[in-house]
């Protein structure tokens, strides 16, 4: 029912022209946007993306709307200086997949929009345990499929039921993300390789090298391992961050100063990762918590917001409320 009420809201706010005013009091001064894979086939991909289409729509709507979009530093130097001249989007990716270049990228280009990737060491060395992947493979190359670790058997025959099989699975990694070991077993058994879906799926050193040299890219840190840090001790999770960032400066030869936190989560980082991260020498670090940013003096650059872009239940309207407030003045009417 609050989904109803709340896609209802959003659309209505969309067609009356009530949209300007909600921006007025509830959206920010800039928002950073995270995106993950642009999927040319969002619906073979089991919906997990941003559709190409969705993506470049939301691109075209924030310069059409007049927010500037400009690099991850320049968007915090014009908050310092209280620039009030525009309101400012940051494009960021995280994991590192190749068609941020293949399909992104020429998008990107053509409106000469500036990015991030940030990338985990295992992405291009192959060795990352990308199990969102492996449970995608599973869900798309069988019609039953058996989750040993829950007890769960899917009978998934269409992509609409894969999708929310896929779905359910994921919400309960989410839930402990210590659970995601727990699904090697059935990944074996099933003869997927994350190492080969790393290749399939992720950039490799060279295409990371390249891109690093585009003026409209920056690289930055997304951990070793792409592990929760909250679920690691102290020399650990610092190692997680303080390697990735060296691998990525050795393989680049460029600075890594700007992090994501894996996941993101309030579960998955907080004051301790702000503190090492700030310690092994990144500048900002980016979590995956729902917000925009309104006032530099209370801005906090260890944990800064970011406005989720795609998945399953994404659409124009709904990306249309977040940028214009609609959505934090629906979560106030609702008492979230």
């Not at 609050?2 to 209802?8: H, R, V, W």
């Not at 270049?101 to 291009?124: C, H, K, N």
């Amino acid at each position: 029912m609050q989904q109803f009420l709340k896609a209802s809201i959003l659309q209505a706010a969309r067609c009356s022209g009530l949209a300007l005013i909600f921006r007025r009091f509830f959206a920010g001064r800039a928002a950073i946007l995270m995106f993950h894979e642009i999927q040319q086939d969002f619906s073979s991909e089991l919906m997990t993306g941003t559709p190409v289409s969705l993506f470049e729509y939301s691109l075209n709507w924030l310069q059409r709307e007049g927010w500037s979009i400009v690099s991850l530093d320049e968007c915090l130097e014009r908050l310092a200086r209280n620039d009030r001249s525009r309101r400012y989007a940051v494009l960021t990716f995280d994991d590192g997949y190749r068609n941020n270049v293949s399909v992104a990228l020429p998008i990107l280009e053509r409106l000469f929009a500036p990015f991030i990737i940030y990338v985990p060491t295992g992405a291009p060395t192959r060795s990352m345990q990308s199990w969102w992947l492996g449970l995608r493979k599973l869900f798309l190359s069988r019609d039953t499929v058996t989750i040993d670790p829950i007890g769960v058997r899917f009978r998934c025959s269409d992509l609409y039921n894969k999708t929310l099989a896929l779905n359910e699975v994921t919400r309960w990694v989410h839930q402990d993300y210590q659970r995601a070991a727990m699904l090697a077993p059935t990944f074996t058994k099933a003869d997927i390789s994350l190492s080969a879906l790393n290749e399939a799926y992720f950039l490799d050193e060279r295409e990371l090298r390249i891109l690093a040299q585009h003026p409209l890219a920056s690289i930055g840190g997304h951990t070793v391992s792409h592990a929760a840090l909250t679920s690691l001790d102290v020399p650990a999770a610092r190692a997680e961050m303080a390697d990735n960032r060296q691998y990525l400066e050795n393989l680049l030869q460029l600075p890594v100063r700007h992090l994501a936190y894996p996941y993101g989560t309030s579960t998955a980082c907080g004051p301790r990762e702000a503190h090492l991260a700030r310690e092994v020498g990144f500048s900002t670090a980016v979590t995956t918590q729902h917000g925009q940013i309104f006032d530099s003096t209370k801005l906090d650059n260890f944990a800064l917001p970011r406005i989720a872009v795609g998945g399953h239940c994404e659409t124009r309207a709904a990306f249309e409320g977040r940028m214009n407030g609609i959505q934090s003045a629906v979560h106030m009417l609702l008492g979230q």
